[in-house]
C-alpha cells in the first residue's frame, strides 16, 4: 500500500538516549514534515524539507535534527532525549509546498523516563 | 502571533447535523484545510477551501469567509464512525501550515 512508514510505532526510552524515528514515503512527494501532537495542542512543527537535499527549521525545532538525503527517506533524530519531547510524532508528506494536502504516516509514540 | 481557535468537545446524536466552527488570525491566507482523526491514528484529508463559500462532498461541507477569518465544517446525517477529533488548518502567507488543538466530536445513539 502506497504512503507513509514510520518507525517505531511506539518506544520508551531514557533520558539522555539517542532515538532516531524512520519515515519513508513512496509516493515521491517533494516535501516531507515532522509534527508532534500533544494534549491540548494543535500539531506543531519540527523541521521540514521542500525538497531531496534541504531541510528548515520549524516551530518547535530545538533539540532535534533531521536529513533528507533522498526523496523517500526523512528521519527525526533526538539527540540527547528529555522527558518534555514525550509525544507523538507524525511524518507528512505533500507533493507541493503551495498547494495541495498533507498525507500522513501512522505516528510514533515516544515515552522519555 | 497566529491562532486558530475551535472548540474542545461538542456532542451530538447519531442521524443529526453538527457544526464545527474555526476562526482563525494569521500572517496572511493561502487555504484553509479540515482533517479528521480518529483516536490513535493519523490525521486524513477532509477539505480544502481557498475562496469563499461553501464545498460540499457527500455527507461532509465546509465553508469559508475570508472577511470574517471564519471557517466551519458540517456533518450530515451523523454516523457513530464519526466520533473523531476535527483538525482546523490555516495555510499562511510563508505556505506553513498552522494547526488548530482540534475538536473532539462524540456522537451518541
Known amino acids: 500500500i502506497a504512503g507513509i512508514t514510520q518507525a517505531p510505532t511506539s518506544q520508551i526510552l531514557a533520558a539522555g538516549r539517542r532515538m532516531t524515528l524512520r519515515c519513508t514515503q513512496d509516493?515521491?512527494?517533494?516535501?516531507m514534515y515532522w509534527y508532534r501532537q500533544d494534549l491540548g495542542l494543535g500539531l506543531r512543527l519540527i523541521h521540514y524539507?521542500?525538497?531531496?537535499?534541504?531541510?528548515g527549521k520549524g516551530e518547535v525545532p530545538d533539540g532535534y535534527s533531521v536529513s533528507r538525503a533522498n526523496t523517500d527517506d526523512f528521519p527525526l533524530t533526538l539527540a540527547s532525549a528529555v522527558p518534555s519531547q514525550t509525544s507523538v510524532y507524525f511524518c507528512?508528506?505533500?507533493?507541493?509546498?503551495?498547494?495541495?494536502?498533507?498525507?500522513f504516516g501512522e505516528g510514533s509514540r515516544l515515552t522519555v523516563l | 502571533g497566529q491562532n486558530i481557535d475551535q472548540p474542545t468537545e461538542m456532542t451530538a446524536t447519531e442521524g443529526a447535523i453538527v457544526q464545527i466552527n474555526c476562526t482563525y488570525q494569521t500572517s496572511g491566507f493561502n487555504g484553509l484545510f479540515w482533517y479528521q482523526q480518529h483516536a490513535g491514528e493519523a490525521p486524513t484529508f477532509l477539505s480544502y477551501?481557498?475562496l469563499d463559500g461553501l464545498e460540499e462532498k457527500g455527507r461532509f461541507s465546509s465553508f469559508l469567509s475570508r472577511s470574517k477569518g471564519y471557517s466551519y465544517l458540517l456533518l450530515k446525517e451523523l454516523q457513530m464512525k464519526d466520533s473523531a477529533s476535527y483538525l482546523c488548518a490555516v495555510r499562511d502567507s510563508n505556505y506553513q501550515l498552522i494547526w488548530g488543538a482540534g475538536t473532539k466530536l462524540i456522537i451518541k445513539p
Open positions: 524539507s521542500n525538497t531531496a537535499g534541504t531541510t
Open positions: 509516493m515521491r512527494h517533494n516535501a
Open positions: 507528512a508528506s505533500s507533493d507541493r509546498t503551495d498547494v495541495g494536502e498533507l498525507f
Open positions: 477551501n481557498v
